[in-house]
């Protein structure tokens, strides 16, 4: 039977498929949960979701771009009309009201999280430092979406207007190296001895809104897309040199790297997404008529990519049938009958698998009032086709929605989500499973 929070209740973590909850939020109940299994209790951070801008429509589409000859195997060629229509119905077409950026990350090596607190600012909470008392604030203008970089120590990228702004921890034994001609600019968390180094600013032709970004997991590559640009940006940041991938992909809505760094997924906001192989850098195009595509991950193998559309509760996993970098693939539907029956909502609006491949956080929109803005858990089986079973729902505190959330891919003791809320709270649930 599915976890369901009491109203008024806050949920304070998952232990074997039981999500605990409170009356409030409680570093003491987080304690008596789970806190002597995990040695450390993720408190939770508060800041200013007013200061968050509100969400906007997408921008209108650019004027269509002369079509290129493309490989036949799209998605409406490698599956039968029957299917096509089941996984992605016809409907008129309308405009997209919201879209997800990446404003949650967790360094994949250290127990810190980097979240976007408000339209021009970054925090960040160090839970391994304890002589923080307060959260680094870094400002940059219009940020968008943010991610630390692999293999990198404490460096992160931050999406924002007029570039992508990387930032660095100073700190006793560890000074990073600021790039020639960068303006100097410092961040220092109150209580801590460190700072934070703004070492370089990756602009491309033009000052433009910087939407999407993705590191390659080696560290070396950073992805990176804006919505008004016909092209996505591949940087080596070392060398500061960026190469544009110019395919007609102007309107691009998301990037997301996999695991072997083998394939690039970039979608875009007509429902048209691309699988990048990216040894030679080519493309498989993919068509949804069903909205376009809110939310990717990829599982820890790179051989299925599990997608979330706009106006649909069914989600897409895309296996890829041969061995790597192959493009061939094909797309099989994955149910979430609660959503649609029980929750009676009208489609995905947010998507986050663990990088284990157990748990997977959906949020969705509307609903009706006894589930609106809960995330529900997934426990998640791959044997070898993706199949889904509900948890339960997690709830924020003082009846609010989630704003963003995201997984620490890297936490060894179980699946760890951080969810920030509309209430104005960061809050981290640990999903404590008995393979843990």
């Known amino acids: 039977m599915p976890s369901f929070p009491p109203p008024g209740a806050v949920t304070i973590c998952e232990i074997n498929r039981d999500l605990v909850s ?6 003491d109940r987080a304690k008596e949960a789970y ?18 801008p509100p969400i ?23 599956i039968p009309e029957f299917f096509k229509r089941m996984i992605f119905p016809p409907q008129e077409p309308n405009l997209l009201q919201e879209f997800d950026t990446q404003k949650v990350s967790w360094n994949p090596h250290k127990h810190c999280l980097a979240f976007v607190s408000g339209k021009n600012q970054v925090m960040i909470h160090d839970f391994e430092d304890s002589d923080a008392k307060e959260p680094c604030i870094l400002t940059s203008d219009h940020v968008k979406a943010i991610e630390w970089r692999p293999n990198s120590g404490k460096m992160i990228a931050i999406a924002c207007k007029g570039g992508i702004f990387l930032w660095s921890a100073s700190y006793p034994g560890n000074v990073p190296f600021m790039k020639a001609g960068v303006t100097s600019i410092s961040a220092f968390p109150r209580g801590s001895g460190g700072q934070w180094i703004l070492v370089d600013v990756l602009r491309g032709s033009s000052a433009e809104q910087v939407s999407a970004l993705c590191w390659k997991p080696d560290g070396r590559y950073l992805a990176s897309a804006s919505c008004n640009s016909p092209s996505f940006t591949i ?9 544009p991938i110019r395919r007609g992909l102007s309107n691009i809505s998301l990037v997301r790297w996999s695991p072997s760094g083998d394939y690039l997924l970039a979608a875009k906001f007509d429902g048209t997404f691309h699988f990048w192989e990216t040894n ?10 069903n909205g376009y595509v809110s939310g990717a991950n990829w599982d820890p ?14 989600l897409g996993s895309i296996h890829f049938s041969s061995k790597q970098p192959s493009l061939d ?13 029980l929750i009676v909502s009208r489609g995905i609006e947010k998507l986050a698998w663990d990088a284990s491949g157990e748990r997977l956080a959906v949020s969705f929109k509307d609903g009706n009032e006894m589930y609106r803005g809960l995330v529900a858990v997934y426990d998640v089986r791959r044997s070898p086709l993706v199949s889904l079973s509900l948890v339960g729902f997690i ?34 649930y640990p999903l404590i499973l008995r393979s843990h």
């Open 301 to 314: 193998e790179s051989r299925v990519a599990l997608l979330s559309f706009s106006n649909s509760t069914t």
């Open 22 to 27: 409170a009356d409030a939020l409680s570093d």
């Open 395 to 428: 709830r924020g505190p003082e009846g609010a929605k989630p704003l963003a959330f995201a997984f620490h891919n890297k936490f060894n003791q179980g699946p760890l989500l951080s969810v920030c809320w509309s209430s104005g709270w960061c809050c981290t």
């Open 35 to 52: 806190g002597d299994v995990l040695g450390m209790v993720f408190s939770p951070i508060p800041f200013q979701p007013g200061t968050l």
């Open 280 to 289: 030679t850098w080519t493309s498989e195009p993919w068509s949804s008529s």
């Open 329 to 341: 693939a094909h797309i099989l539907p994955v149910e979430l009958p609660e959503i649609s029956s």
């Open 56 to 78: 906007r429509d997408p921008p209108a589409a650019e004027q269509p771009e002369p079509r290129e000859r493309v490989p036949a195997a799209s998605v409406t060629s490698n």
């Open 235 to 243: 940087w080596d940041v070392s060398q500061g040199l960026g190469t």
